[in-house]
């Protein structure tokens, strides 16, 4: 059974498993991260150099930092962690000797808190002999270590001559036979004992202990299902299916809402849609995972309000009101910064606002998090109803433009201005405000004259600026820029309670100024089509493949309208949903979308609910670790290097796919660069056809791509190809994520930092140029905190030239009252700019930690069990359960979780009692239990209890593991995922000036 056919099995052949295997990649990702860079040379990460204890103090740290933002429902970062330390777990059973010890089964110790190795080689003491085979990197070498080692059961590692700890370089120490690494990017295999023993790879060529290498996968894969089960037990299941975006939901929505003086009408609609969708909570087959609320005033933004239904929102919402604002512009990229902070992958984000943007310094923060999270952003600007556009405090008119730079601000504008000028400011020299503060309409200065003639100019082209950065913003993401009036505002805010489940997108094309004939297959998978359209419209018609053809601009229709359904309606968006299933086959093939626009651009996007979707990720070769890898690419791919597209189509398994017959990357302008019968876009010039090496992929493809010609504007991936019942399909990436550029950002020591309360924490970050600069080019670098903790950097601005590189600090001042506990992660991203070109960007992931660490793990001890004897066959078990006694103890933090797999649902206690007792009761059936117990400072104790197999255990079919529990289909899919890191990890390894001090950002209230 495959990872995918699980998964249909369990939810059913229609669910979308494009977010459970976005997750994965991640997780996944994360353990090859684990072999770049200097993170990959240092030996305390992968078990190298004998360094048993220090690897483990490593793993241990991870942990709590994992335990702890697990727990607060960082699901990004604990991804991240958990994949760097499954990529460690799986490095022991490969780089060190437990496999060579004869030991029959994995090391249950490793990684677990309190846990140590302890018959370890001495320093000085031999531990491989010669292997004049192995020298050359090429050659195997079976029996190199020494037999006194095999025979005492003393554990070691290779060395490696690459080694780097602390910055400083490490190899095998003189005058002593210590065992090598060995393979050829290892160094020290031709000094004292030549060869090596690591057992990475089944081919001589790159592991000398090859033949070893399948004993060494069954190990790491069983040590990294019970670690992954530890972390299940760690956090529960509820917490444990989240990290892995199980069962299918919708998005969660997330709301960031702008609560000044002018947005009364739109938290009133807001507070109406809210209702409704707590009214129809209960009857959503999947509701949405997470709903998330951020207010944002002038100058406070904040707090984030997060809740798995959206009932808590709605009594927030009840609570505010629009008040205040002072100027115009509010921070915008501020609040949409902690809402994507706390919003976890894959979400959908609605900003609903009137106020240009006072913070665009973060808009390239905003979208790097936005992007590494596949969050969905949607702007809803208002204007006012009597305007013909985004005007007034948006894009304003030509002949207002040209009346302000001549300095004649109309009447009723220039009344405003002078008011924002004079109040509270009285002059006495001329006696332009009385002594309270009120200002004389009838006196006028030239001074004034000259200030609001500056304002005004200012202020228009922030405007411009706000409006492209939501568009961009919009569009770079897979939303859209949604124009709304105060008057159909409680229609607009009806997007929110139309379907969020998991789309994926047929057509999706920006920036139509003309008529335009958009022609899109439509595949058997399908289930649901959602056509939405953004923008002023003359003429807006849908055409099935039955010649049936819809009014998408008449609320009402006289054609044959089964199945269609107008969700959304208002003269600047219009949002359809056309059900499939009730139309029937006939409306498989090729649709026609025909819109006209009145006042252009017009934006369209085609979605559907279905299983196949489209899930592409780039990355880039590393060469020059010491275990060449494949590194997912960070915002932007470098010209000049060699890129690679990995194309997952998800649902392949199940769909019954023919082949794939072309893929695309396309332009900045969507679909209209590549594809369409109706001209427009920039054809050849914006797109990209892809040879692809197989036509019927089975799950992953890896595709490379001409770096030096990649598109030098943001870029999506997509494919067409036929399915199994001969319907033609196409399918898009989301959004436009990716661009190429001249320059990378990396943080060398790994995306994983930590620090306590009130640390000032160093962090290394490498600038790099590209070999396509044939000038030096100058880098201007910024960088910032999702929660505006205070950056800087120790310089603003670089200058490089080809192929060169620079090492730049970025200082974080962790808050003194951020809590390890409640708030225990943040973001830093950081971004360089070239003079001309693209922003480069990158993002870790910043972690605090208890200044006073409690590092004694709880205790989990088996007071007495009940026996399953003569109940151990399937006619039989059935009959008896048992019962374990347990008891907990820590004396510092005292206990906060215990949990066990296969569940049981112990009692509640208060969270920090240093003693608990419980029981365990299972049936004789499921005679394995691992019970895990967790301290407040998340170190962890693990009773495993064993009480008799069952002699014999009746196969179950694939039918009837759906009807079983939730943890048969976790260890299902924990098998599969172990099965892919492993088989990622081996294909991987075949290939080859200062900055200003930051203001804490508008007071965040968090």
């Known amino acids: 059974m495959t990872l995918e056919e699980a998964y249909a099995e369990y939810y059913g052949s229609s669910a979308s498993p494009r977010p459970f295997l976005h997750s994965l990649t991640t997780i996944v990702d994360a353990t090859a991260e684990a072999d770049a860079g200097v993170l990959g040379a240092d030996p305390r990460y992968h078990f190298g150099n004998e360094r048993f204890s220090e690897s483990q103090e490593v793993l241990a740290g991870r942990w709590r930092r994992a335990m702890a933002a697990g727990t607060a429902g960082n699901q990004a970062a604990t991804r991240h962690l958990l994949g760097l330390s499954l990529a460690a777990i799986q490095d022991f059973y490969s780089h060190t000797n437990w496999v060579e010890l004869g030991n029959p089964t994995f090391n249950r110790d490793v990684g677990i808190t309190g846990k140590d190795f302890f018959n370890v080689a001495g320093p000085r003491e031999n531990t491989c002999s010669d292997c004049p085979e192995g020298a050359d990197g090429e050659g195997s070498c079976r029996d190199n270590l020494l037999q006194e080692m095999v025979g005492g059961g003393t554990l070691t590692s290779g060395y490696s001559g690459e080694a780097i700890v602390n910055g400083q370089k490490v190899g095998k120490p003189r005058g002593v036979d210590k065992c090598s690494h060995g393979g050829p990017r290892d160094g020290s295999r031709v000094e004292g004992a030549r060869g090596g023993i690591n057992k990475d790879l089944p081919t001589a060529c790159f592991s000398p202990h090859h033949h070893l290498h399948q004993q060494a996968a069954e190990m790491a894969v069983e040590a990294s299902e019970y670690y992954l089960n530890l972390v299940r037990g760690s956090l529960g299941d509820a917490s444990f299916l989240r990290l892995l975006a199980l069962p299918p939901t919708s998005p969660a929505i997330v709301l960031v809402v702008d609560t000044t003086d002018s947005m009364g009408s739109q938290l009133e609609a807001l507070r109406h849609s809210l209702a409704r969708l707590a009214e129809g909570y209960d009857s959503l087959t999947h509701p949405p995972s997470q709903y998330i609320l951020v207010p944002f005033n002038d100058p406070l933004y904040g707090p984030a309000i997060v809740s798995d239904r959206p009932h808590q929102l709605q009594q927030t919402l009840n609570q505010l009101r629009a008040t205040g604002g002072g100027d115009e ?103 332009t405000a009385g002594w309270n503060g009120a200002p004389n309409r009838n006196l006028r200065d030239p001074r004034a004259q000259m200030d609001r003639n500056r304002r005004q100019v200012d202020r228009s082209k922030r405007q411009v600026d706000s409006l492209s950065q939501y568009t961009q913003m919009a569009w770079r993401t897979g939303g859209q820029l949604v124009e709304a009036t105060r008057d159909n505002l409680e229609e607009v805010t009806r997007i929110l309670e139309t379907g969020h489940y998991p789309q994926a997108v047929l057509w999706r094309e920006g920036d139509i100024v003309s008529e335009r004939r958009l022609q899109f297959p439509v595949d058997s998978l399908v289930g649901e089509l959602t056509v939405a359209l953004t923008g002023r419209l003359n003429t807006a018609t849908l055409t ?109 398994d199940t769909a019954g796919l ?156 962790l808050d003194p ?158 098998l599969a995922l172990l099965a892919l890191i492993l088989l990622r990890r081996h294909r991987r390894s075949r290939k080859e000036s200062v900055t200003e001090v930051r203001r804490r950002r508008r007071m965040s209230v968090e």
């Open 329 to 431: 512009a509010e921070p915008v990229l501020s609040a949409l910064s902690l809402a994507l902070h706390h919003a976890p992958p894959q979400a959908r984000l609605y900003l609903f606002t009137d106020a240009t943007i006072k913070d665009p310094e973060l808009y390239e923060a905003v979208l790097t998090l936005a992007l590494e999270k596949d969050i969905m952003i949607t702007p809803f600007i208002t204007r006012p109803p009597h305007l013909g556009g985004i005007r007034g405090r948006f894009d304003l008119s030509e002949d207002m433009e040209e009346e302000e730079e001549e300095g004649n601000v109309p009447a009723e504008e220039e009344e405003e201005k002078v008011d924002e000028w004079s109040w509270g400011m009285p002059d006495l020299h001329n006696n």
């Open 544 to 652: 099935s493949p039955s010649d049936t053809t819809f009014d998408l601009l008449a609320q009402t229709t006289t054609t044959d309208d089964k199945g269609f359904t107008v969700q959304v309606f208002t003269p600047y968006y219009v949002q359809v949903l056309i059900s499939l299933q009730e139309r029937g086959a006939s409306e498989y093939g090729e649709w026609t979308l025909r819109v006209v626009p009145s006042v252009p651009p017009v934006n369209v996007l085609v979605t559907a609910t279905t299983s196949l979707d489209l899930l592409p990720t780039l990355y880039t070769p590393d060469h020059s670790a010491s275990q060449p890898s494949l590194q997912r690419v960070q915002g932007q791919a470098g010209i000049g290097r060699d890129t690679y597209l990995d194309l997952v189509l998800t649902g392949v």
């Open 658 to 813: 023919r082949r794939v017959e072309e893929g695309r990357l396309l332009g900045s302008s969507g679909s209209s660069s590549s594809i369409g019968s109706g001209g427009g876009g920039g054809g050849s010039q914006d797109s990209s056809i892809l040879s692809l090496p197989t036509v019927s992929p089975r799950r992953n493809t890896y595709i490379r791509l001409p770096s030096r010609t990649l598109p030098s504007h943001p870029f999506s991936v997509a494919v067409e190809g036929v399915d199994g019942r001969g319907h033609r399909f196409r399918r898009e990436s989301s959004g436009s994520g990716w661009e190429s550029g001249d320059a990378h950002v990396s943080f060398p020591l790994g995306r994983d930092i930590w620090g306590p309360p009130g640390a000032q924490l160093r962090v290394p970050v490498t600038v790099y140029s590209s070999a396509s600069f044939t000038t030096p080019v100058t880098l201007f670098l910024s960088a910032h905190d999702a929660l505006g903790i205070p950056v800087t950097l120790d310089k603003q601005r670089v200058t490089l030239g080809r192929n060169e590189s620079v090492t730049v600090v970025a200082t974080v001042s």
């Open 817 to 974: 009252q951020m809590s390890p506990s409640t708030q225990p992660t943040t973001t830093l991203t950081v971004t360089a700019t070239p003079t001309q070109g693209r922003t480069a960007r990158s993002l870790a992931y910043v972690s605090a930690t208890p200044r006073i660490t409690d590092l004694t793990p709880p205790t989990c001890e088996v007071v007495s069990k009940t026996s399953c004897a003569n109940h151990q066959t399937p006619d039989t078990c059935s009959i008896l359960r048992w019962t374990a006694d347990l008891r907990f103890t820590d004396y510092e933090t005292g206990i906060f979780s215990v949990n066990s797999v296969p569940k049981y649902d112990f009692p509640l206690f208060n969270t920090g009692q240093q003693v608990v007792r419980m029981s365990y009761l299972a049936s004789c059936c499921d005679p394995k239990a691992t019970i895990t117990v967790r301290d407040a400072a998340n170190n962890i104790a693990v009773c495993d209890i064993d009480n008799g197999g069952v002699a014999e255990v009746s196969k179950l079919s694939t039918g009837a593991i759906a009807g079983i529990s939730v943890g048969v289909i976790v260890l299902v899919i924990l």
